[in-house]
């Protein structure tokens, strides 16, 4: 069976609750796509009223992150009861910029992918390598092992539900896309590390996005890739541009 495309905003940490109404309004009527599943990975502050502002459209809401704990005292954390209850269908969870500036490591980004499943949120899984790793020719090992790292213990029926996103690091908001072979090489790999701690069929089954400098005019090449299932889109996340990703197969 087809794998259904699924393109994601990443609005990382833009847009307070009232501007982020109005993006959600200016998008409505431009992320129509019947083939695609839309989805709006907001700040935590934005998902009550983007939850409200999206009601009754094909677009799914996202978070950003979750905490690797149920509840109690974790002074500032989010918990994925909390998500679900306002309307979160995915989360994001081991992007670059959190591993970067916010020291998260795979054992801890592999609590959060459990605790993400254990609860029923459906991870976006963000892997990638620097410039330093792909000039070095390490790339295809370096994901290989963040994704064997971050997916202990998980099943192969959970992870043929997961999203994982391959987000270059050197790609992320610098205008400079891999291009559309650079990016299928690797989600090829990332397939074939799936097939190779699973099965097969699993890793047919799991959804792998491109991340990086994604825009109207090169989503096309990159979608059009036979283990690019999807997007997962920063600054073009923010305008207009956003629905012309969305509807690419128009
Ligand atoms: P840009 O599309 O701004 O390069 O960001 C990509 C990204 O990090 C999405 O998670």
Known sequence: MARKKIIAGNWKMN???????????LLAPLVNNPDVDVVYCVP??????VAEAIRGTNVQLGAENLSD????????????DMLLDAGVKYVIIGH???????????????????????????????????????????????????????????????????VIAYEPI??????????????EEVCAAIRRTIAEIYDAGTAEKVRIQYGGSM????????????????????????????????????
């Open 96 to 162: 670059s910029e959190r591993r970067q500036y916010y020291h998260e490591d795979d054992a801890f980004l592999n609590r959060k992918v459990l605790k993400a499943l254990e609860k029923g949120l459906i991870p976006i899984l963000c892997c990638g390598e620097t410039l330093e790793q792909r000039e070095a020719g390490v790339t295809l090992d370096w994901i290989s092992l963040q994704i064997k790292s971050d997916l202990q213990g998980v099943t192969a029926e959970q992870v043929a539900g997961m």
């Open 170 to 183: 050197w790609a992320i908001g610098t205008g400079r896309t891999a291009t559309s072979d650079q990016a």
């Open 215 to 250: 825009n109207a005019g090169n989503c096309k090449e990159l979608l059009a890739k036979p283990d690019i299932d999807g997007g997962l889109i920063g600054g073009a996340a923010l305008k207009e541009e956003f629905g012309r990703i969305v509807n690419y197969n128009k």
């Open 69 to 80: 704990q149920n509840s109690g005292a974790f002074t500032g954390e989010i918990s994925a």
């Open 15 to 25: 847009k307070t609750p009232s501007e982020a109404k109005e993006l959600a309004a």
């Open 44 to 49: 935590a502050i934005d998902i009550v009223p």
